[in-house]
Each structure stands twice: as structure tokens, then as C-alpha cells.
């Protein structure tokens, strides 16, 4: 998946830098303890897939948790 969203990332424009494993697992575990995470592994607020998300330095939290 994570392959697939670099190249929608691409033709829009928008960078493709990953972040640290160290800062990943810490914005995935606050994700985790968020009462606005889904069943589904989304995000409540933007509907993103948190796993995926997380992994993008350019991206954030709308709820600014991370």
C-alpha cells in the first residue's frame, strides 16, 4: 500500500520523506490511545489510515497530537 500512496503523493505533487521508526511508533502509539480512532485502523477526524499517515513527514494530526 505504502508503495501506491508515494506515487498518488507524486502526481500530486506532495513530498514522499518518511519518518524515523523511532518517530513513527510514537505517532502511531498516540493514534492508538486516541478516542477518535476508528475500528478500522482510520482516523475519526480525516478518515486517513493511521498506519499509512504516520509514516509521511509532511503529514500531521488534524486533532495536532503529533
Known amino acids: ?29 498516540k493514534c492508538y490511545s486516541c478516542p477518535s480512532l476508528l475500528m478500522t485502523g482510520n482516523c475519526g477526524i480525516c478518515g486517513c489510515f493511521i498506519k499509512d499517515k504516520a509514516k509521511y513527514e509532511g503529514e500531521s494530526c ?5
Open 62 to 66: 488534524p486533532d495536532k497530537k503529533w
Open 1 to 29: 500500500m505504502s508503495l501506491l500512496i508515494d506515487i498518488v503523493k507524486k502526481v500530486k505533487g506532495k513530498p514522499t520523506d518518511k519518518v524515523s521508526v523511532d518517530k513513527y511508533n510514537a505517532r502511531v502509539s
